[in-house]
């Protein structure tokens, strides 16, 4: 038997050995190997993300009926909206969406299954189904999922009586009737796919500026 042949029986032979001691190779180190830490899991909610919701802010476009968020003023999300059937203005009772400068008052409904129903900013002990397609003019529209609850900023504008954005219940928020989105179909609320209120309402903060004009 020549060397080669040796030496390979030999290095055989120890690793037999090795193994049979229960003994670890000296080129891996054993705590090197971590067993016992599982790989992180993030829900929905926890997601790790590069967008920093201090540096981000909202403009939601009428006309377009989008909704546009920057991240340290450059667009890193674009959304499909719907805004109030009769168009734009800031008067109570009006059933309109109102335009100008506001801020996101109050983030209402982390957690909460898509589809769960909220009145008056509170969620309700039910969930609804979300529709996909057309709906019917008359069906029931719903403040679903989650809600980001505005306040104007300028007074005389879309703060103070009779124009307040806050008192009138601005809110962005989900929606059951999801095939309308693109269209008009709120009485003063701005509407988003359920899905994407989720996003969004992870990717801002309370206080986040929020401005609504007619076009982008």
Same mark, same amino acid.
């Given at each position: ?34 067993? %016992? ?13 590069t ?14 009926? %989008? ?9 890193? !999300?674009?959304?499909?909206v719907? $805004?109030?059937? =009769?168009?734009?203005?800031? $008067?109570? !009772?009006?059933?309109? $969406? ?9 983030k ?7 589809? %769960?129903?909220? =009145? ?11 529709w ?13 999922? *989650? ?20 008192? =009138? ?7 059951n ?15 988003? *796919? ?13 206080? $986040? ?8």
């Open positions: 038997m020549n060397r080669e042949a040796v030496a390979a029986a030999r290095a055989l032979f120890c690793c037999i050995v090795y193994m049979a001691a229960g003994c670890v190779s000296p080129r891996i180190k054993p705590d090197a190997i971590d067993t %016992k830490q599982p790989a992180p899991q993030f829900s929905q909610e926890q997601a790790p993300n967008i920093d919701p201090s540096k981000t802010s909202v403009e939601i476009s009428i006309r377009e009926q %989008k909704l546009f968020l920057s991240h340290n003023g450059v667009i890193v !999300r674009v959304y499909g719907s $805004t109030a059937v =009769r168009g734009a203005g800031n $008067t109570m !009772r009006s059933k309109q $969406t109102p335009l100008g400068l506001h801020r996101i008052y109050k209402i409904g982390h957690g909460e299954p898509i589809g %769960k129903v909220f =009145r008056w900013a509170t969620p309700q002990n039910y969930i609804v189904s979300i996909e397609t057309v709906p019917v003019r008359n069906t029931p529209r719903y403040i679903t999922t *989650r809600i980001l609850w505005l306040e104007g900023m300028k007074d005389g504008h879309n703060k103070g009586k009779e124009i307040d954005s806050k008192k =009138r219940h601005i809110y962005i928020h989900g929606t009737q999801e095939g309308a989105i693109g269209t008009p179909d709120s009485i003063g609320c701005i509407l988003m *796919r359920n899905e994407d209120i989720i996003e969004l309402f992870n990717l801002v903060r309370e206080g $986040t500026i929020v401005n609504i004009v007619l076009s982008h």
